[in-house]
Structure formats: structure tokens, C-alpha cells
């Protein structure tokens, strides 16, 4: 006998998120998203201080 559902759970924000390892990501989407997020990624160390002030200012 199958319990009777007397409610949801929804996520915050109407998102559902499925965590992944990264191996799982193929390596075609994971240059995408850098391509399109930080064009800059492998040409700074985490911090470009460019856009801190650009963030502080807006």
C-alpha cells in the first residue's frame, strides 16, 4: 500500500540543484561556462582587484 502524499517540499526559490562532480561535467561545458563567466580565469589568482572596484562603485 503506497502512503497517501499530504505534502511537497519545494526548494528556496522555485530552483531545483543537482549537485555533480566535476569529472562529470564534460570538459566541452566546463570551457564554456569559463569562456562566458571569466574570460580571464587562468590569468589572475582568484581576485581581480579591477573588479572589486567596479562592483564598490556600482
Known amino acids: 500500500m503506497e502512503p497517501v502524499r499530504?505534502?511537497?517540499i519545494?526548494?528556496?526559490h522555485n530552483e531545483d540543484r543537482v549537485l555533480l562532480k566535476?569529472?562529470?561535467?564534460p570538459e566541452m561545458l566546463?570551457?564554456?561556462l569559463l569562456s562566458i563567466e571569466d574570460q580571464d580565469f587562468y590569468?589572475?589568482?582568484?581576485?581581480q582587484?579591477?573588479?572589486?572596484?567596479?562592483?564598490?562603485?556600482?
Open 6 to 8: 499530504i505534502a511537497n
Open 10 to 12: 519545494y526548494p528556496k
Open 22 to 25: 566535476l569529472d562529470d561535467v
Open 30 to 32: 566546463q570551457q564554456t
Open 43 to 47: 590569468k589572475h589568482w582568484g581576485v
Open 49 to 58: 582587484p579591477k573588479s572589486i572596484l567596479r562592483a564598490g562603485l556600482a
